[in-house]
């Protein structure tokens, strides 16, 4: 039994990790160079591979013909695919006779695509989790093989929540190796009239529009904090352009209407701000410092 693993990230870093304490010989693993203007804050998918003596290969593309072939002539029997960040042809997908599967960051069919976490905070989702599914040529549309749920507590921040899928990740791996070794592995149909699709962010998706409502600007900025893949959100204040990495909203109910982005009022509890519709409400910027 071989398997040949697509992975990068913390996430991939540590299901790899249990492949290779389960006994799975991994005949490759394909991964991406560190970028330079990227903070690397997860520990080395290639790293790790090297340190137990498996072939890494970084293909700036891994669907050439050549790529292929290496691949066809491995003859992985699985091919796993966590966290890496390129699509993966029909011509991959269809080489292990027992199948192709890629962990994803939400409860499928909700939140397919980019940025799964980041998405699921900014729209207030209570839960979300990981999923694992058959590869097919769309994108995180394939059978369910396993899914595990966590939630999204009112205080965290997308490092939290990252850290909870990652480990639900790990407790799917765990619990379906051994049908995924038989070729038993359960097949889910996704629901296609649940399934919702989001893109990836840019750093101009971070910025805080005022006349949203607090709790859509409070889930903005803690989706966002830490998240070390994106920028932090951020706003203008009296004409200065600021970071904002901790927020709350106050509990004093009613408020006068008052225009939008005014600071209302500062104390040593933050600055509070006039926001949403006719700035009838309130958000207080705990943690902020001018943009550099």
Same mark, same amino acid.
């Given at each position: 039994?071989?398997?040949?693993?697509?992975?990068?990230?913390?996430?991939?870093?540590?299901?790899?990790?249990?492949?290779?304490?389960?006994?799975?010989?991994?005949?490759?693993?394909?991964?991406?160079?560190?970028?330079?203007?990227?903070?690397?804050?997860?520990?080395?998918?290639?790293?790790?591979?090297?340190?137990?003596?498996? =072939?890494?290969?970084?293909?700036?593309?891994?669907?050439?013909?050549?790529?292929?072939?290496?691949?066809? @002539?491995?003859?992985?029997?699985?091919?796993?695919?966590?966290?890496?960040?390129?699509?993966?042809?029909?011509?991959?997908?269809?080489?292990?006779?027992?199948?192709?599967?890629?962990?994803?960051?939400?409860?499928?069919?909700?939140?397919?695509?980019?940025? =799964?976490?980041?998405?699921?905070?900014?729209?207030?989702?209570?839960?979300?989790?990981?999923?694992?599914?058959?590869?097919?040529?769309?994108?995180?549309?394939?059978?369910?093989?396993?899914?595990?749920?966590?939630?999204?507590?009112?205080?965290?921040?997308?490092?939290?929540?990252?850290?909870?899928?990652?480990?639900?990740?790990?407790?799917?791996?765990?619990?379906?190796?051994?049908?995924?070794?038989?070729?038993?592995?359960?097949?889910?149909?996704?629901?296609?009239?649940?399934?919702?699709?989001?893109?990836?962010?840019?750093?101009?998706?971070?910025?805080?529009?005022?006349?949203?409502?607090?709790?859509?600007?409070?889930?903005?900025?803690?989706?966002? @904090? =830490?998240?070390?893949?994106?920028?932090?959100?951020?706003?203008?204040?009296?004409?200065?352009?600021?970071?904002?990495?901790?927020?709350?909203?106050?509990?004093?109910?009613?408020?006068?209407?008052?225009?939008?982005?005014?600071?209302?009022?500062?104390?040593?509890?933050?600055?509070?701000?006039?926001?949403?519709?006719?700035?009838?409400?309130?958000?207080?910027?705990?943690?902020?410092?001018?943009?550099?």
């Amino acid at each position: 039994m071989t398997s040949l693993v697509f992975a990068y990230s913390q996430l991939g870093h540590d299901c790899l990790k249990i492949l290779i304490d389960q006994g799975e010989k991994i005949v490759g693993v394909i991964t991406h160079e560190n970028s330079a203007t990227e903070s690397i804050w997860f520990d080395s998918v290639a790293d790790l591979a090297r340190q137990r003596s498996i =072939p890494v290969f970084t293909p700036a593309n891994p669907n050439t013909p050549e790529m292929i072939q290496l691949i066809r @002539q491995m003859q992985p029997d699985l091919i796993f695919s966590f966290y890496y960040r390129q699509m993966i042809s029909d011509g991959i997908i269809g080489i292990p006779r027992l199948g192709a599967f890629n962990m994803h960051g939400s409860l499928l069919p909700k939140y397919r695509g980019r940025c =799964p976490v980041n998405w699921a905070m900014i729209h207030g989702e209570a839960r979300t989790g990981a999923t694992l599914h058959y590869m097919v040529k769309k994108a995180d549309a394939g059978d369910i093989v396993d899914q595990e749920s966590v939630p999204i507590d009112i205080t965290d921040t997308a490092g939290i929540v990252m850290e909870k899928i990652n480990q639900a990740a790990q407790k799917i791996v765990m619990r379906q190796l051994p049908q995924l070794r038989a070729g038993t592995a359960p097949r889910v149909v996704q629901d296609e009239k649940d399934a919702t699709y989001f893109g990836g962010r840019c750093a101009e998706d971070g910025k805080i529009d005022w006349t949203m409502g607090a709790w859509q600007i409070y889930n903005l900025i803690r989706a966002l @904090q =830490p998240s070390p893949q994106y920028p932090p959100a951020f706003a203008e204040i009296e004409g200065e352009a600021v970071t904002v990495l901790k927020s709350q909203i106050p509990t004093n109910g009613i408020f006068e209407p008052r225009p939008v982005g005014e600071v209302t009022h500062r104390s040593g509890a933050g600055t509070e701000i006039a926001c949403g519709p006719r700035g009838m409400e309130r958000i207080v910027l705990v943690d902020y410092k001018l943009f550099s």
